[in-house]
């Protein structure tokens, strides 16, 4: 509230004929043109309320009076000051005073004439807004009328204080929040107050309630002790009236709060998620004020300072987290929440190549990290059925099994983790493919003997009569200048890793000069690979030569060893005779009979010790078409509903092939069917493959079996494959799936044959009670003894609880975990 001062300014009249209009601002200096103040004149002031109190704004009415015994008229200046001297208020003549209002102060307009002595000059006051004490100041001039200032008397009217009574809220005015429970002073400015009543209201003013009663006004503050239950609040205010005039009083200028300690009306709330997923904890809290603070383990998390805290899962941020919820009137920590991050798989250790002897032990190993960690081992990129443990083992190696592995760790949380490839690389014993062969050198000519092995890492010792050659190391041997000390039998030891063998001894013939050398431009011939029902043809010019100084005498040239009739010696042979450096030439071809490779040689008869043979060789072989599986089996499938899998189409053969045909055939239901299969003939290369994508939506609840027939050709031979396709159409009769468990059980082999082990895992604090055998309609079949331990395993012999073998179908296993029954296919296919 602005409190109202009032100051009186009187205006000490000069001779009436000086200031006979009247004259301000002399309330303070007086008269001096007059002399000094005279106490014959004296002068009174009076209000027609009797008192010289009011409130800011309101008017009071007032009386200055003159008086002197024998002077004639009087004139005046009249003046409300505030406490710095300044005309405060404001000043009205009444009605017939005689006053004027001039600079703010009220002057004569005349001199006014004594009556019985007196000059009355009634006039009013209104307060200012602002309360406190104002000051009531006169100056009057008692004059003879003699036209100067000779005999004239002016004298001051003693300050008389004008009190605007007021009160001004100081504290709470406004925007405070003050806590229940809590002790605070309520504080005011007063003026012309004797006591004080305090009021409280919560709704903004509308209503209000009494605190204190008679509170000295002049103390200027109260204590409050807050009740503790006290309402929290936002609306506040106070009060604070005049014990005696209830019409004055001022309000806080704006509401303030009371609030308690904060109150939490909603708990943050446990979380498990996967890392990189979002998490969101909130808290709901009442109180004005609030502020919070997230804590992860009970350490504060930079920040984290709203009702709700967001973040990305990583591992390092799972643990235990709450909130601290504060205000000015206290804090209150939540609940403790735990947050698990479950990891995505991470491979921690890749697998590693292999270089392993056929016959031996194969073992791949990967390491990760993660939640519920799952494995598949792929070969040059496709899943190894039944392969999925941290360790794939292949017990016994054969070539087939070169390629490249790897795994892909899949858990509870995407992305899968895909391992390095690891290089399978598979030796074999060495395998001599061509032998070294018999030569007859003259002395001081080169001789050089060349073997041929199939398989890696070789290494090589050439023999002579068993003893093994120093240096001679390499595939080939070479005797720069034969000597008749170097003939004799000349083998090769080939060796690595996981095995030897030794070459056919080749004889080494020394001639002198003067006889006939039957020589050979090459030792071997190879007509490759040539399909069943076709052949080649080679001509070998000058093939046959004599190296020697006589002549050549060759009586015969013949084909013999194991595969003789796989060849043809279709001209050059028969008798003949070569003079030195004549030559001749050998037609030959290969017609194979079999797959395989097929070997023989030519053999010389002529005028000369230990002649060479001519080596051949070729492979006969027919179009080559495999699958990856010979059986496409999708287990089981809910009517309804679909699935699909791939069947690989693979040309492991050096021929191409041409696929002509894909045939599923008639099915009435048609439970199969290829999905947008590639048009045929599908060529394919050595080493290509095709993929077929398969589908599986059965129709009624029973095993389906439907073959694929694929055929394909390479020039002249053709060929079929069959892959079966099966599956299980899938609506037990009488018997309901439980809510989904984490349960895994695993069953081998699938299809059952002539007895399965089943292996199981429950979740922690599970026990199997028990495993029965079901048929599809409902009747139990057999029950299977269990140990009701959370893991085991299960042995079913495929008999009935009568003993008899059950017959080829569907049968269902059954698994009692706690009040609930899972179920699970079995295919029996005997």
Request: net charge neutral.
């Amino acid at each position: 509230m602005v409190a109202l001062y009032l100051f009186a300014f009187a205006i000490p009249l000069a001779p009436a004929l000086g200031y006979s209009s009247g004259a301000t601002g002399l309330t303070i200096s007086g008269c001096t043109c007059h002399g000094s103040a005279n106490s014959a004149t004296t002068l009174t002031a009076q209000s027609s309320s009797g008192s010289f109190r009011t409130r800011p704004g309101q008017t009071l009415n007032l009386t200055v009076i003159v008086a002197h015994n024998s002077q004639q008229a009087a004139g005046i200046n009249i003046a409300v000051h505030n406490q710095s001297g300044q005309n405060a208020g404001s000043l009205a003549p009444a009605s017939g005073s005689g006053l004027q209002l001039s600079s703010g102060e009220l002057t004569h307009s005349q001199p006014k004439t004594m009556n019985n002595g007196q000059a009355s000059f009634a006039f009013s006051w209104t307060a200012p807004n602002m309360p406190g004490n104002y000051t009531l100041r006169a100056v009057g001039n008692a004059v003879n009328g003699n036209g100067n200032t000779g005999g004239d008397a002016w004298n001051f009217l003693t300050p008389v204080t004008i009190t605007v009574a007021g009160i001004t809220v100081l504290e709470p005015n406004g925007g405070e929040t003050w806590c229940a429970g809590s002790t605070k002073s309520i504080r005011w400015n007063s003026v012309g107050v004797d006591y004080v009543i305090i009021e409280l209201s919560s709704n903004g003013g509308q209503t209000w309630t009494t605190l204190a009663t008679n509170v000295p006004a002049s103390a200027g503050n109260w204590s409050w002790s807050i009740p503790a239950n006290q309402p929290a609040g936002s609306q506040y205010r106070i009060r604070i009236s005049d014990a005696a005039d209830a019409q004055l009083f001022d309000v806080s200028d704006a509401n303030f709060s009371i609030s308690g300690p904060p109150n939490i009306t909603q708990q943050p709330q446990p979380q498990t998620v996967c890392e990189g997923s979002q998490v969101s904890f909130s808290v709901g809290a009442q109180g004005a004020g609030l502020s919070y603070q997230w804590r992860l383990n009970g350490q504060n998390i930079p920040g984290a300072t709203s009702a709700t805290y967001q973040f990305i899962a990583t591992p390092s941020a799972a643990g235990i987290y709450d909130v601290v919820v504060s205000n000015a009137c206290g804090s209150v920590a939540s609940d403790t929440v735990r947050l698990t991050v479950k990891e995505r798989p991470r491979i921690t250790q890749q697998p590693q190549s292999l270089t392993v002897c056929v016959g031996q032990q194969a073992t791949f190993r990967v390491s990760a990290t993660g939640t519920n960690l799952r494995y598949q081992w792929r070969k040059n990129g496709v899943d190894i059925p039944g392969a999925t443990s941290a360790t794939y083992v292949i017990a016994s190696v054969q070539p087939t099994d070169s390629g490249s592995y790897d795994v892909v760790v899949t858990g509870d949380c995407e992305p899968p983790a895909q391992s390095a490839s690891a290089q399978l690389t598979v030796v074999e014993p060495p395998t001599i493919t061509q032998h070294p062969q018999s030569q007859s050198v003259r002395v001081g000519q080169p001789v050089t003997f060349t073997v041929q092995a199939r398989g890696i890492e070789l290494q090589y010792q050439w023999r002579k009569n068993g003893v093994a050659i120093a240096g001679a190391t390499q595939p080939t041997y070479t005797i720069a200048s034969v000597q008749p000390a170097d003939a004799g039998l000349y083998d090769c030891l080939v060796w690595n890793s996981c095995g030897q063998t030794i070459s056919n001894p080749a004889r080494l013939t020394v001639t002198q000069p003067g006889q006939p050398i039957l020589a050979l431009r090459q030792s071997s011939v190879d007509f490759g690979v040539v399909e069943l029902g076709d052949s080649t043809a080679l001509t070998l010019q000058g093939i046959v030569y004599n190296a020697g100084d006589d002549t050549l005498r060759v009586s015969s040239v013949q084909l013999a060893g194991e595969h003789a009739g796989d060849f043809r010696l279709v001209s050059g042979g028969g008798s003949f005779t070569l003079a030195p450096g004549q030559e001749r030439s050998l037609s030959l071809a290969f017609v194979p009979t079999a797959v395989g490779e097929r070997r023989a040689e030519i053999r010389f008869t002529a005028n000369v010790a230990s002649p060479p043979s001519l080596l051949l060789s070729g492979q006969g072989t027919l179009p080559q078409l495999v699958t990856s599986t010979d059986v496409v089996d999708f287990d089981t499938v809910t009517l309804g509903q679909s699935a699909e899998q791939t069947l690989v189409l693979k040309n492991p053969g050096p021929l191409t092939v041409h696929v002509e045909e894909l045939d599923l055939g008639i099915s009435i239901d048609m439970a199969f069917e290829l999905v947008a299969p590639p048009p045929t003939p599908i060529r394919l290369d050595s080493g290509q493959s095709v993929e077929l994508k398969i589908r599986f939506a059965p129709h009624e609840e029973r095993l389906y079996e439907q073959p694929l027939r694929i055929a394909y050709r390479g020039q002249f031979q053709r060929d079929t494959l069959t892959v079966l396709l099966r599956g299980v159409g899938k609506q037990p009769v009488g018997i309901r799936e439980a809510a989904e468990m984490p349960i895994r059980v695993h069953i081998t082999p699938m299809p059952v044959t002539e007895a399965c082990v089943i292996t199981y895992e429950l979740p922690t604090g599970y026990q199997l009670k028990s495993a029965v055998i079901v048929a599809t309609d409902g009747r139990v079949i057999g029950h299977l003894p269990v140990s009701g331990t959370p893991t085991g395993r299960l042995l079913w012999d495929t008999r009935a609880q009568t003993g008899s073998p059950c017959a080829t179908g569907l049968y269902w296993l059954r698994l009692h975990v706690g009040s609930r029954c899972y179920t699970f296919p079995l295919l029996l296919q005997r």
